[in-house]
Protein backbone atom coordinates (compact mmCIF):
# COMPACT_ATOMS: atom_id res chain seq x y z
CA UNK A 1 0.00 0.00 0.00
CA UNK A 2 1.25 3.52 -0.70
CA UNK A 3 -0.76 6.31 0.21
CA UNK A 4 0.99 10.10 -1.18
CA UNK A 5 1.43 12.95 1.01
CA UNK A 6 1.11 15.94 -1.21
CA UNK A 7 2.44 18.88 0.57
CA UNK A 8 4.45 22.27 -0.28
CA UNK A 9 8.21 23.46 2.02
CA UNK A 10 7.48 24.17 5.54
CA UNK A 11 3.67 23.21 5.67
CA UNK A 12 4.38 20.68 8.85
CA UNK A 13 4.47 17.73 6.68
CA UNK A 14 7.72 15.98 8.42
CA UNK A 15 5.55 16.14 11.56
CA UNK A 16 2.57 15.14 10.17
CA UNK A 17 4.22 12.47 8.14
CA UNK A 18 6.10 10.42 11.26
CA UNK A 19 3.17 10.80 13.59
CA UNK A 20 1.46 9.05 10.43
CA UNK A 21 3.52 5.93 10.25
CA UNK A 22 3.99 5.77 13.84
CA UNK A 23 0.19 5.86 14.13
CA UNK A 24 -0.69 3.26 11.30
CA UNK A 25 2.52 1.39 11.34
CA UNK A 26 4.05 3.02 7.74
CA UNK A 27 7.34 3.39 6.39
CA UNK A 28 8.62 6.48 5.95
CA UNK A 29 10.37 7.28 2.69
CA UNK A 30 11.75 10.77 3.99
CA UNK A 31 12.35 12.83 0.84
CA UNK A 32 12.90 10.26 -0.99
CA UNK A 33 11.44 11.96 -4.07
CA UNK A 34 13.76 14.94 -4.30
CA UNK A 35 16.99 13.00 -5.75
CA UNK A 36 15.13 10.04 -6.91
CA UNK A 37 13.04 9.32 -9.94
CA UNK A 38 9.42 8.30 -9.21
CA UNK A 39 9.97 5.61 -12.11
CA UNK A 40 12.80 4.09 -9.60
CA UNK A 41 10.39 3.26 -6.95
CA UNK A 42 10.29 -0.66 -7.61
CA UNK A 43 13.72 -0.99 -7.14
CA UNK A 44 13.23 0.41 -3.37
CA UNK A 45 13.07 -2.44 -0.83
CA UNK A 46 10.07 -0.18 1.40
CA UNK A 47 8.43 0.40 -1.43
CA UNK A 48 7.40 -3.37 -1.12
CA UNK A 49 5.78 -2.64 2.51
CA UNK A 50 2.99 -0.43 3.50
CA UNK A 51 4.41 3.64 3.01
CA UNK A 52 3.98 6.99 2.29
CA UNK A 53 5.20 8.93 -0.05
CA UNK A 54 5.92 12.49 0.54
CA UNK A 55 5.31 14.36 -2.82
CA UNK A 56 6.16 18.19 -3.09
CA UNK A 57 5.08 18.86 -6.57
CA UNK A 58 8.52 21.00 -7.05
CA UNK A 59 10.96 18.02 -6.16
CA UNK A 60 8.45 16.73 -9.20
CA UNK A 61 10.35 17.30 -12.66
CA UNK A 62 7.72 18.54 -15.50
CA UNK A 63 8.90 15.30 -17.57
CA UNK A 64 7.51 12.69 -14.89
CA UNK A 65 3.90 13.87 -15.09
CA UNK A 66 2.47 14.48 -11.21
CA UNK A 67 -0.92 13.44 -12.46
CA UNK A 68 -0.20 10.34 -14.41
CA UNK A 69 1.84 9.27 -10.72
CA UNK A 70 -0.10 10.50 -8.15
CA UNK A 71 -3.27 8.34 -10.22
CA UNK A 72 -1.81 5.39 -9.29
CA UNK A 73 -2.53 5.76 -5.69
CA UNK A 74 -4.51 7.28 -3.19
CA UNK A 75 -2.93 10.62 -1.41
CA UNK A 76 -3.50 12.88 1.63
CA UNK A 77 -3.32 16.71 0.71
CA UNK A 78 -1.89 18.87 3.45
CA UNK A 79 -1.75 22.34 3.61
CA UNK A 80 -1.12 25.48 5.80
CA UNK A 81 -3.78 28.31 6.15
CA UNK A 82 -0.91 30.72 8.07
CA UNK A 83 0.88 31.33 4.82
CA UNK A 84 2.75 34.16 6.08
CA UNK A 85 4.17 31.94 8.99
CA UNK A 86 4.72 29.03 6.16
CA UNK A 87 7.00 31.54 4.30
CA UNK A 88 8.80 33.01 7.04
CA UNK A 89 9.73 29.67 8.36
CA UNK A 90 10.54 29.09 4.35
CA UNK A 91 13.51 31.88 4.49
CA UNK A 92 14.20 31.09 8.07
CA UNK A 93 15.13 27.43 6.80
CA UNK A 94 16.92 28.60 3.49
CA UNK A 95 19.53 31.04 5.98
CA UNK A 96 20.12 29.35 8.49
CA UNK A 97 19.95 25.71 6.90
CA UNK A 98 17.75 24.02 9.84
CA UNK A 99 14.93 22.16 8.53
CA UNK A 100 13.84 20.64 12.00
CA UNK A 101 14.83 19.78 15.62
CA UNK A 102 14.57 17.39 17.85
CA UNK A 103 15.75 18.79 21.28
CA UNK A 104 15.56 22.49 22.33
CA UNK A 105 19.36 23.07 22.04
CA UNK A 106 19.62 22.34 18.59
CA UNK A 107 17.24 25.24 17.99
CA UNK A 108 19.16 28.15 15.48
CA UNK A 109 19.77 31.52 17.14
CA UNK A 110 18.86 34.27 15.38
CA UNK A 111 18.82 37.72 16.69
CA UNK A 112 15.32 39.78 16.26
CA UNK A 113 15.42 42.00 12.88
CA UNK A 114 18.75 39.68 11.27
CA UNK A 115 16.83 38.01 8.47
CA UNK A 116 15.53 40.02 5.00
CA UNK A 117 12.84 38.17 2.43
CA UNK A 118 13.30 39.43 -1.18
CA UNK A 119 10.36 39.88 -3.30
CA UNK A 120 12.09 37.25 -5.88
CA UNK A 121 11.49 34.60 -2.84
CA UNK A 122 8.31 35.56 -2.21
CA UNK A 123 7.17 34.76 -5.70
CA UNK A 124 8.77 31.25 -5.98
CA UNK A 125 7.30 30.71 -3.20
CA UNK A 126 3.71 31.48 -3.96
CA UNK A 127 4.08 29.49 -7.58
CA UNK A 128 4.48 26.78 -5.61
CA UNK A 129 1.38 26.97 -3.31
CA UNK A 130 -0.54 27.75 -6.98
CA UNK A 131 1.00 24.52 -8.08
CA UNK A 132 -0.37 22.46 -5.45
CA UNK A 133 -3.31 23.68 -5.40
CA UNK A 134 -3.25 23.33 -9.37
CA UNK A 135 -2.90 19.59 -8.64
CA UNK A 136 -5.33 19.38 -5.83
CA UNK A 137 -8.08 20.64 -8.11
CA UNK A 138 -7.17 18.34 -10.88
CA UNK A 139 -7.00 15.64 -8.68
CA UNK A 140 -8.74 15.53 -5.49
CA UNK A 141 -9.18 12.42 -4.73
CA UNK A 142 -8.24 12.13 -1.04
CA UNK A 143 -8.62 14.29 1.90
CA UNK A 144 -7.85 17.57 2.61
CA UNK A 145 -6.20 18.27 5.80
CA UNK A 146 -5.23 21.84 7.33
CA UNK A 147 -2.12 21.62 9.27
CA UNK A 148 -4.12 23.93 11.85
CA UNK A 149 -6.55 21.14 12.44
CA UNK A 150 -4.14 18.64 12.34
CA UNK A 151 -2.17 20.25 15.15
CA UNK A 152 -5.69 21.84 17.50
CA UNK A 153 -6.97 18.24 17.04
CA UNK A 154 -5.17 15.33 15.93
CA UNK A 155 -7.07 12.29 17.03
CA UNK A 156 -10.03 13.38 15.16
CA UNK A 157 -8.23 14.17 12.04
CA UNK A 158 -6.44 10.54 12.41
CA UNK A 159 -9.59 9.16 12.54
CA UNK A 160 -11.01 10.48 9.63
CA UNK A 161 -7.76 9.34 7.72
CA UNK A 162 -7.87 6.23 9.56
CA UNK A 163 -11.51 5.79 7.85
CA UNK A 164 -10.67 6.91 4.51
CA UNK A 165 -7.76 4.81 3.73
CA UNK A 166 -8.68 1.92 5.70
CA UNK A 167 -5.83 1.66 8.20
CA UNK A 168 -5.10 0.06 10.84
CA UNK A 169 -3.40 1.19 14.39
CA UNK A 170 -0.18 -0.04 14.74
CA UNK A 171 1.67 -1.36 17.45
CA UNK A 172 5.23 -0.94 16.13
CA UNK A 173 7.97 0.95 18.04
CA UNK A 174 7.32 4.72 16.95
CA UNK A 175 10.15 6.65 15.43
CA UNK A 176 11.18 10.00 17.32
CA UNK A 177 9.31 12.71 16.44
CA UNK A 178 10.43 16.33 15.66
CA UNK A 179 9.72 19.27 17.68
CA UNK A 180 8.34 22.81 17.02
CA UNK A 181 11.05 25.32 16.24
CA UNK A 182 9.50 27.98 18.47
CA UNK A 183 10.72 30.85 16.71
CA UNK A 184 8.40 34.16 16.43
CA UNK A 185 9.53 34.66 13.04
CA UNK A 186 8.23 38.05 12.58
CA UNK A 187 10.33 39.50 15.38
CA UNK A 188 13.15 38.00 12.96
CA UNK A 189 12.57 39.80 10.05
CA UNK A 190 13.86 43.59 9.46
CA UNK A 191 11.35 43.83 6.29
CA UNK A 192 8.78 42.11 7.86
CA UNK A 193 6.17 45.09 6.81
CA UNK A 194 6.96 45.27 3.18
CA UNK A 195 7.06 41.24 3.33
CA UNK A 196 3.34 41.27 4.82
CA UNK A 197 2.07 43.80 1.76
CA UNK A 198 3.01 41.31 -0.32
CA UNK A 199 0.27 39.19 1.05
CA UNK A 200 -2.18 41.66 -0.15
Known sequence: MRIGLVATSRSGSTYFRRMLC??????DSGSWLKKNSYKKIKKQNW??????????????????HIGEMIEKFPCI???????????????????????HIHTPT????IPNRSLTATRDEFDRFI????????????HNEGRLVKFEDFVDDPISVFVDIQKYYELEVSELPAKKLTIKLGIDYEKKFKNIDEIKGWFD
Open 22 to 27: NTFGLY
Open 77 to 99: WLYRKDVLSQFLSHITRLRTKVN
Open 47 to 64: SRQPHILKILPHYVPEDQ
Open 127 to 138: AKLEKFWDIYYT
Open 106 to 109: ERPN
